[in-house]
């Protein structure tokens, strides 16, 4: 079955470093998606991207989607104690199938 | 506009019961999914529903099933209770274009 696959698993980062999620997917995606989980909530949409290719922006974070849409990108820049948490891609496979499946999530730590 | 609800929030349980987790989606969504994170484990897709109908499910044995009611509510059921059980439960409402989950209902199996 389709595997979506997150590197690193943990990242700890000096306060105003720049830090990059990297998602994997076994088998083409239709879109990627992102989601932010502070500690302790739950799990909260951050932006889609659909077209091969394609970059996003959203004030400090930076979404890319691969070429051939098995892979993506999140960068944060200049990182802040609010970017804690951990992020998760998700994809639903090229076939149509709704099913969303999660990668296995980078867990960011801030050192202030 | 209220967003996806679940109840309860917190559900203790002994091993060999059965849980019932509930969830009711935002207005005018008729799919339903239900995700289990255990600890330290990302996202693991459970099952989805639409329209009153199962449309797919997980990798998870038959005592964990679920249903949709005519109005779109869904229950999560989990029989014969096992430790590895413990995780929070997530729904979530019409995943195109993400938007978002509820806030969980964690449940511990003692």
């Known amino acids: 079955g389709q595997q979506v696959m997150q590197i690193p698993q943990y990242q700890h980062v000096q306060e105003g470093e720049d830090f990059t999620t990297y998602c994997n997917s076994s088998?083409?995606?239709?879109?990627i998606q992102w989601y932010k989980q502070r500690p302790g909530g739950h799990p909260v949409f951050l932006i889609q991207?659909?077209?091969?290719?394609e970059v996003k922006k959203q004030k400090r974070l930076t979404f890319q989607f691969g070429e051939a849409k098995k892979n993506s990108s999140l960068h944060i820049t200049a990182t802040q104690t609010t970017d804690v948490g951990t992020y998760f891609c998700a994809g639903p496979p090229n076939f149509g199938n709704e099913k969303l499946t999660f990668g296995t999530g980078t867990r960011l730590t801030i050192i202030p | 506009e209220a967003g996806v609800t679940q109840s309860p929030t917190h559900l203790i349980k002994t091993r060999g019961q059965q849980a019932t987790l509930r969830c009711s989606p935002i207005?005018?969504?008729?799919?339903v999914y239900w995700y289990q994170q255990a600890l330290g484990l990302g996202l693991q897709f459970l099952l989805w529903?639409?329209?009153?109908?199962?449309?797919n499910r997980g990798n998870f044995p038959p005592r964990f099933s679920g249903r949709q009611f005519p109005n779109y509510s869904s229950e999560l059921n989990v029989n014969a209770l096992e430790l590895e059980d413990s995780a929070l439960y997530l729904c979530a409402s019409s995943l195109v274009g993400g938007p978002g989950f509820g806030s969980g209902t964690r449940l511990t199996v003692v």
């Open positions: 088998t083409t995606l239709s879109n």
């Open positions: 529903y639409d329209e009153g109908e199962e449309r």
């Open positions: 991207l659909v077209k091969s290719g």
């Open positions: 207005s005018g969504h008729t799919s």
